[in-house]
């Protein structure tokens, strides 16, 4: 597939493959409280961090590309700060549980561009939001939470969807917010979500995976190197012909942000190319130095445990080819 980053795509990969150890912290959570939950939580992901070399090997090659890259950081790549990644990201999963059962205080979230939404609103409009695994997206309850009316629909990846659904014990996980179960879009999930867009409802889409079926993608510059990217998002977005937004939410300095910033009034991809291309790749060239910017400001909270760069160092490619020559 040409858009495959690497052997082994990221949905083959398990990113809550100790589904049992994650219930167990969710419990410790409940009864105990959150330091009870970090003393246990270091246990489990050091088992997740020693097991699981994909995910470490991708976690040390991201951060050593994010080290080059922003020299600025001082960040020493290295075994122990790919461990810390882990730990951020363990910490993570419990506020996205948190956040899905509606036990995230308002007062500790930080939304400065919340009018840009609320203007929308008013206007009875809705718009394209374009997210990345970057902290927690589930603190989009937070802003499903601004107004009653208010309603978020969430494309996520169906496999995983329902491990998470499985693991909170519940179908639904917010009565303003939806996921939308998809491995790749169609025509029928289009006029969907066009309906929704005419009704004032919002659509969230990540643009930093690469699609589940099919070999659209695009290539940009990231950290230095090419990625792949899907077209999905922007696509979409042209078929939909509404407003798109960046959202990304992290916890800075232990408060919660949402940074939500205007991406495009509108996008309208050419059916010819080389225009169809050019556009693309400079959509997708715009999100990646969104996600540059996001990454500098919080190196520990981009989340994508797989090979990310299609181009791997000399070394990489040498210990590749030995796995498959054995």
């Known amino acids: 597939m040409s858009g495959s980053n690497s052997a082994t795509h990221w949905a083959a990969l398990e990113e809550t493959s100790l589904i049992w150890g ?35 090997e991708a976690s040390k090659d991201y951060l050593r590309r994010l080290s ?30 948190i956040a899905w059962m509606g036990c995230i205080n308002p007062n500790q979230v930080d939304f400065p561009n919340r009018p840009l939404l609320l203007e929308l609103m008013a206007q009875k409009r809705g718009a394209l939001i374009l997210s990345g695994h970057i902290g927690n997206l589930e603190l989009c309850q937070a802003i499903a939470n601004l107004r009653a009316q208010v309603r978020l629909n969430i494309l996520v990846h169906t496999r995983h969807a329902e491990k998470f659904n499985r693991l909170l014990g519940r179908g639904e996980g917010s009565a303003t917010i939806r996921l939308i179960q998809v491995t790749d879009l169609n025509p029928a999930i289009a006029i969907e979500l066009q309906e929704k867009i005419e009704r004032g409802e919002f659509v969230v889409m990540v643009g930093d995976r690469i699609p589940v079926q099919g070999s659209r993608t695009i290539k940009a ?60 790749e400079a959509l997708a060239g715009r999100y ?28 990489e490619h040498e210990h590749s080819g030995a796995e498959a020559r054995q």
Not at 77 to 97: N, P, V
């Open 22 to 56: 994650i219930r167990l912290l969710v419990w410790i959570h409940r009864v105990f409280g959150r330091w009870a939950f970090r003393l246990v939580l270091r246990p489990v992901v050091s088992y997740y961090f020693l097991s699981g070399r994909v995910a470490r």
């Open 68 to 97: 080059e890259y922003c020299p600025e950081l001082n960040l020493h790549a290295g075994w122990w700060l790919s461990y810390r990644h882990f730990l951020s990201f363990g910490e993570t999963l419990l506020d996205k549980i």
């Open 221 to 280: 510059q990231f950290l230095g190197a090419d990625a792949d990217f899907p077209q999905g998002p922007y696509l979409l977005a042209s078929l939909l012909r509404c407003p798109v937004f960046t959202l990304f939410c992290y916890p800075t300095q232990g408060r919660y942000q949402v940074h939500l910033q205007p991406f495009a009034d509108s996008i309208r991809i050419p059916r010819k190319e080389p225009e169809r291309q050019q556009m693309l």
């Open 288 to 315: 990646a130095e969104c996600l540059e910017m996001h990454c500098r400001a919080e190196p520990l909270q981009w989340f994508n445990f797989y090979p990310y760069w299609s181009t791997l160092p000399a070394q």
